[in-house]
């Protein structure tokens, strides 16, 4: 792939090269970020997180694209920087810089670099623990639509954190965050509806928010749903139990 090549096709063929599967994506982004295009950088990197094709992934790379990303200014650059800052991928971990990065992210307005900016404040991490500023990022976040940003201000409104309870506002941020596919939403949701004796409707969030949750998350809900009363929600702790450490129900 040369840089003439990468120059000469249009915004739609990069992305839709970009878009292809890995094993076909992969030689037009790595070429395009070794010719110093910022937005490949990032795609590259991620590849490289994630191992490219079916490779081993390589975190220290990862990060070096990252970083050569976010220097050039590339807002999805810095947050993917500030990841790995945090996480310690490919990099010694770094709260306080990784703070940094994420603040960089959410002051150019990139709903993720709001929300992990948002995630520092609420646990002190790199920065002091101030949850009145922490609702601040999550809302800028969540009115872009941000799924997890709008979890974390339902869950404000529903304890009174730093504002007035208000159950009805939570129930609906709850509602959008689910629909927009976030686990955390799905299961807050479901805790509500059961609440309030709609164990039916509670029953098919909690099973769409234990497909699409990561395991550790799972194994909560099932300890959590373990202890209902309702035995139709029991019977969901049981079937994340018979998955063993697998993510994910199998679907209806």
Not at 168 to 178: C, G, N, T, V
Request: a negative charge.
């Amino acid at each position: 792939m040369t840089f003439d090549e990468i120059r000469a096709a249009s915004p739609e063929a990069l992305a839709a090269a970009f878009a292809a599967p890995p094993q076909e994506a992969a030689p037009w982004v790595e070429a395009a970020a070794k010719y110093g295009i910022a937005r490949a950088m990032v795609f590259w990197g991620q590849m490289l997180l994630d191992g490219v094709a079916g490779a081993a992934p390589d975190r220290p790379a990862a990060a070096a694209w990252f970083r050569a990303a976010a220097e050039a200014g590339e807002v999805e650059g810095m947050n993917m920087f500030g990841r790995c800052l945090e996480n310690g991928w490919g990099v010694a971990e770094d709260q306080a810089a990784a703070a940094l990065w994420f603040r960089r992210a959410a002051e150019a307005g990139l709903d993720w670099g709001q929300y992990n900016l948002g995630n520092m404040h609420f646990g002190g991490r790199g920065v002091p623990e101030d949850r009145a500023e922490a609702l601040r990022w999550y809302q800028r976040a969540a009115a872009q639509g941000h799924a997890k940003s709008m979890n974390m201000v339902a869950r404000y409104l529903e304890e009174g954190w730093e504002v007035p309870r208000d159950p009805a506002a939570a129930a609906r941020l709850y509602a959008a965050s689910a629909g927009r596919g976030d686990f955390r939403g799905q299961f807050n949701l479901g805790a509500l509806l059961a609440a309030h004796g709609e164990v039916d409707a509670a029953a098919r969030w909690f099973r769409t928010a234990a497909q699409g949750a990561h395991a550790a998350f799972r194994r909560s809900m099932a300890l959590r749903l373990a202890e209902r009363p309702e035995p139709e929600l029991r019977a969901i702790a049981g079937e994340i139990a018979a998955t063993g450490g697998r993510d994910g129900l199998p679907r209806p």
